[in-house]
């Protein structure tokens, strides 16, 4: 216990996910309730049709939720980060699958302690709704992404939205300048954005070819500019994102 405790006294959630709007004794008492998790990448943390029973924090890695079709398809309809929040379901069974895009850590909590722990703390209740609300603006931006019909907008688009979330490599770098790993294959991204994996290898080679992007390696993107990979994808301005996670990185 002494471990996992010192682990959540250096938890960026702490600071920045659920357990940021409660004190330390009521941080201590939702701790006696939730089980760490370590899972390595591409693992079912819940399938389609599994009994939504627990809550989860996701504290380190990337979680991509995925949805099977009639056909036997598979899309990948959202992406969750640290310090995001999964499990909200009025069905008493998930519509969608979790799995792991990374190596991820998360903080289970079973579904009915931590009702009632809601009960007693709405400070936390209402965390959580802003939480859902956040994603729900999320769900927006990426249902406008994919109703771009430019394959380049879209790609541009999603490296945009992972340049907004995925920790970053450049905070003593200027504001406009990001440097990320890509948690993805060309052939994930293909299947994400609706597009073939030839089509998405040669939009990230012309982003490069136009110095929107630079690639020192297949996974390793630097944005020498994000207000102008914004312009490429049509999508406001994300700069303040941009200071406010570099700001998170330093502390």
Not at 41 to 53: C, E, K, S, T, V
Not at 170 to 177: F, G, I
Not at 218 to 241: G, K, M, N, T, Y
């Amino acid at each position: 216990m002494h471990g996992i405790r010192a682990r959540c006294e250096t938890c960026q959630a702490r600071c920045d996910g659920i357990c940021a709007a409660l004190d330390i004794e009521a941080r201590a008492d939702l701790l006696r309730l939730s089980r760490r998790k370590t899972v390595p990448p591409h693992y079912a943390i819940f399938r389609d049709g599994d009994l939504a029973d627990k809550y989860y924090n996701i504290t380190s890695g990337i979680v991509k939720l995925v949805k099977t079709l009639a056909d036997g398809h598979q899309h990948i309809v959202g992406l969750l980060y640290p310090t995001d929040f999964m499990g909200q379901s009025l069905n008493k069974h998930h519509t969608y699958a979790a799995e792991s895009a990374t190596e991820v850590e998360l903080c289970a909590y079973p579904r009915a302690p931590f009702e009632h722990f809601l009960q007693n703390h709405p400070e936390l209740e209402r965390q959580i709704f802003h939480a859902t609300i956040r994603e729900l603006d999320l769900c927006r931006d990426w249902t406008l992404l994919l109703g771009r019909k430019c394959s380049y907008e879209r790609v541009a688009g999603f490296l945009l939205m992972m340049a907004r979330r995925a920790p970053s490599k450049s905070w003593d770098k200027p504001k406009n300048y990001v440097h990320f790993e890509l948690p993805f294959t060309r052939a994930e991204m293909a299947d994400y954005l609706g597009l073939t994996l030839e089509t998405v290898s040669r939009q990230f080679s012309q982003l490069k070819k136009k110095e929107v992007i630079a690639l020192p390696s297949s996974r390793d993107i630097i944005i020498p500019d994000i207000e102008l990979l914004s312009v490429v994808a049509q999508i406001e301005s994300c700069s303040q994102d941009i200071d406010d996670r570099q700001s998170r990185a330093v502390a």
